[in-house]
């Protein structure tokens, strides 16, 4: 009930305090005017035609207007496309590697290589105010470590936008089937990212790491699958604020024994503020709820974090954030119920 409670106060707070909050800075005046905060979700073609930024020098990209509260990660933008289209294309790929997957084995079979050969498809469709992308990519390896040995994998990714005068839609797909952890998967070879990889490729940027499942690269090599289902609604509130509500489900399955499999719900509710056409300030609050099938252990997080963000169209896309984190465990670890502590997020393109 506690938990319920907190998670009930931490989104009246954010609301109150951009409603509040928004009249107020309504009031500046003499300033140059920026940009919306979330004008298009996607660093995709510009819906309106409207919207050109004339003053970073690059007038074929597209800048990145996604909210710096959201789910997905914050890009550079994309280069001006004004048309739909789809793409086919096949790739190949070859990794080598001095040392087996299979740190537990006392012999090493020296140098081994792993062939990846797949085919790929990317489609952008665009409509007067939607767009909808989508990537794919998956086919088979061959490997000459007998730990990795042969297999297949598959990777989608999918979003749909729809953008209206004040209030924006995103809904994003994420599915991966692969033999090890998606962290450093086929190495170098760019397989790791579904579609095309050319320059017709259809930027989709992907959910940020803490909204999806985590899988590091010490994970242990086998089959498993993962998806992340997300929706998120963004509403301008004044002509330099918005806020945005955000829904994600994910999940891990292992296909051997002896791994755990993880599922996971998130609420992610904050408030964009622009300073200036490429400084944003933005407030979060976001809990988590973690559940692990045939394991009575299950977590719930919640974190509040102020954020700031930089983002200059064609060299720079920077977030920062930071503040309190409070978990609370259903089964007791190590006698400890509940956990206050710090968090942070950065990342820099």
């Not at 598959?154 to 090890?180: G, T």
């Not at 086929?186 to 992907?206: E, F, N």
């Amino acid at each position: 009930m506690n938990a319920r409670k907190q998670f009930a106060w931490g989104v009246i707070a954010i609301i109150v305090y951009g409603f509040y909050a928004a009249p107020l800075w309504a009031q500046e005046e003499g300033e140059e005017k920026p940009k919306p905060a979330a004008r298009v979700l996607l660093p995709l073609p510009d819906l309106n035609g409207n919207q050109q930024d004339d003053d970073q020098g690059n007038q074929s990209m597209q800048p990145d207007r996604g909210p710096v509260t959201g789910v997905q990660s914050a890009t550079l933008g994309t280069s001006e496309l004004r048309h739909s289209y789809w793409v086919p294309g096949i790739q190949y790929g070859n990794a080598a590697q001095s040392n087996t997957f299979n740190t537990g084995s006392t012999k090493n079979p020296g140098w081994t290589t792993t062939n990846y050969a797949s085919g790929n498809f990317s489609l952008l469709e665009a409509w007067n105010h939607a767009l909808f992308g989508t990537n794919y990519s998956g086919g088979g390896f061959f490997s000459s470590d007998p730990t990795q040995g042969n297999g297949q994998y598959h990777q989608l990714s999918s979003a749909f936008e729809l953008d209206q005068k004040r209030w924006q839609l995103l809904v994003m797909e994420q599915f991966s089937y692969l033999q090890q952890s998606s962290f450093g998967f086929a190495g170098a070879t760019g397989l790791s990212v579904p579609g095309d990889s050319g320059a017709l490729s259809v930027a989709l940027p992907g959910l940020q790491e803490v909204f999806a499942p985590g899988q590091a690269i010490y994970t242990v090599i086998g089959p498993r699958y993962s998806n992340d289902s997300a929706a998120q609604i963004t509403y301008s509130v004044s002509r330099r604020g918005s806020l945005t509500v955000a829904a994600v489900y994910g999940f891990l399955r292992f296909s051997d024994p002896g791994n755990t499999n993880n599922d996971m719900d998130i609420l992610n509710v904050g408030y964009n503020y622009a300073i200036t056409r490429t400084d944003y300030l933005g407030a979060i609050y976001r809990f988590t709820a973690f559940h692990f099938p045939g394991n009575p252990e299950a977590l719930g997080d919640q974190a509040a974090q102020f954020m700031y963000g930089r983002r200059i169209t064609g060299r720079m896309a920077l977030n920062l954030a930071g503040g309190p984190e409070i978990t609370n465990f259903r089964v007791p670890m190590n006698g400890i119920k509940r956990t206050i502590s710090g968090s942070g997020i950065a990342s820099l393109s």
